[in-house]
T-cell receptor, first 111, second 111 residues
């Protein structure tokens, strides 16, 4: 199976930068995903990494190091609406599009 | 496309009753996933289908849970008999390539 770890909660200030880390242990790694979930809503896709390096998408960036089993999600110019849970998920070979999710990091953005 | 559609959005039932949750995936998506989310256990995969065929049901908690996908546009998750510990939000998601699209979820309360 997969073991995925991410911090339970983080707090940051509006306008700042925050980095949410995710470590995983798995065999047959075939991609790492980040999802955002606002309270009472469904998860929505943010990013996908399968190769090492940084993927940038507007204010959000995601980094992957396969050799270290490590990823982070970087949120810049934080806005109040970024307060949400951020879920890290791993996909492995021979499991189709099945994802295993971490417990999520609840981010609170304060004024 | 209207996205993934789930019904009902809320369900309150009494212990011992049968519960049926419904999902219509996005047209053209060949993968369908059923998840359960609770505060204690996070987002857990229950079962997934590929081209209407169940591929991995190892996440189904016990025989009280069953899922079907009679065609590419419809799936059901049934709990019979329901128990209070089944109270959770149940999400359906579908995908074709990398990104999974989640439905709005069904909030189930078993009294």
């Amino acid at each position: 199976g997969q073991n995925i770890d991410q911090p339970t909660e983080m707090t940051a200030t509006e306008g700042a930068i925050v980095q949410i880390n995710c470590t995983y242990q798995t065999s047959g790694f075939n991609g790492l995903f980040w999802y955002q979930q606002h309270a009472g809503e469904a998860p929505t896709f943010l990013s996908y990494n399968v190769l090492d390096g940084l993927e940038e998408k507007g204010r959000f960036s995601s980094f992957l190091s396969r050799s270290k089993g490590y990823s982070y999600l970087l949120l810049k110019e934080l806005q109040m609406k970024d307060s949400a849970s951020y879920l890290c998920a791993v996909r492995v070979h021979n499991a189709g599009n099945m994802l295993t999710f971490g417990g999520g990091t609840r981010l609170m953005v304060k004024p | 496309d209207a996205g993934v559609i789930q019904s009902p959005r809320h369900e309150v039932t009494e212990m011992g009753q049968e519960v049926t949750l419904r999902c219509k995936p996005i047209s053209g998506h060949d993968y369908l996933f059923w998840y359960r989310q609770t505060m204690m256990r996070g987002l857990e995969l229950l079962i997934y289908f590929n081209n209407n065929v169940p591929i991995d049901d190892s996440g189904m908690p016990e025989d009280r849970f069953s899922a079907k996908m009679p065609n590419a546009s419809f799936s059901t998750l049934k709990i019979q008999p329901s128990e209070p510990r089944d109270s959770a939000v149940y999400f359906c998601a579908s995908s074709h390539l990398n990104e999974q699209f989640f439905g709005p979820g069904t909030r189930l309360t078993v009294l």
